[in-house]
């Protein structure tokens, strides 16, 4: 898809503040400084239009971007700061939670992780959440320019016994400089927001 018009309807806490439309959606998550505003980025051909809420102190909101009045890519904010306090993991958790389970709207997620390492065990279960909700999962494994190509294959196979992704999941690794995987991410969401 190419992108033209963007944008950010509405930063929302609430199920009441989510955005009415019925646009299909689709979700971004992933660990603080994983690359998710960059990836968003570099879908919307933009340079810094989503920019990252992961800072302690900020509010932690649902940011539901309109992509060409066509869908809404959802921002949800990044997981493992260390500096987070127990009570706001506990929120950021049930804001999470609310939305994936009641967005009829919601298509399918990208969840992102570093290509460079192994998932995390936050990576893990985020991604058995999604599929404790029965929701399409396109893993994303970021700066996969960092990693040579010779070593590209093992990192995938990494990613996809770590997160154990079956036949229904997809893995795609991407990166925000040359933007290689960028065509597969967005046919997959063409694919699901249909
Ligand atoms: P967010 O917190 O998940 O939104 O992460 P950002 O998109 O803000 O990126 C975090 C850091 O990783 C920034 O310094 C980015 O420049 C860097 N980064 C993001 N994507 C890539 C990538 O594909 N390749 C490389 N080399 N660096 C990246």
């Known amino acids: 898809m190419q992108v033209h018009n963007v944008d950010l309807t509405i930063s929302a806490v609430s199920p009441s503040q989510y955005p ?11 660990r ?5 505003s960059s990836l968003i980025n570099a879908l919307i051909n933009r340079k810094s239009f989503a920019r990252t809420s992961s800072q302690p102190g900020k509010t932690q909101t649902l940011n539901f971007y309109d992509i060409e009045s066509m869908l809404y890519f959802v921002d949800v904010p990044g997981y493992g700061y260390a500096k987070v306090s127990q009570k706001e993991r506990d929120k950021w958790g049930a804001m999470i939670e609310t939305y994936l389970s009641s967005r009829d709207q919601l298509r399918g997620v990208v969840s992102l992780v570093d290509a460079r390492h192994a998932p995390t065990k936050l990576d893990q279960q985020m991604v058995n959440l999604l599929h404790y909700y029965d929701l399409p999962v396109l893993v994303v494994g970021t700066k996969v320019d960092k990693v040579k190509k010779s070593k590209r294959n093992q990192s995938y196979s990494l990613i996809k016994k770590t997160l154990q992704l079956g036949e ?10 040359d933007k290689t995987g960028k065509d597969k991410v967005w046919n997959w969401i063409e694919h699901m927001g249909q």
Do not use: H, R, W
């Open 20 to 30: 009415t439309g019925g646009y299909p959606e689709i979700a971004f998550a992933g």
């Open 32 to 36: 603080s400084n994983v690359g998710k």
């Open 168 to 177: 229904n999941d997809d893995l795609v690794l991407f990166s925000a400089l």
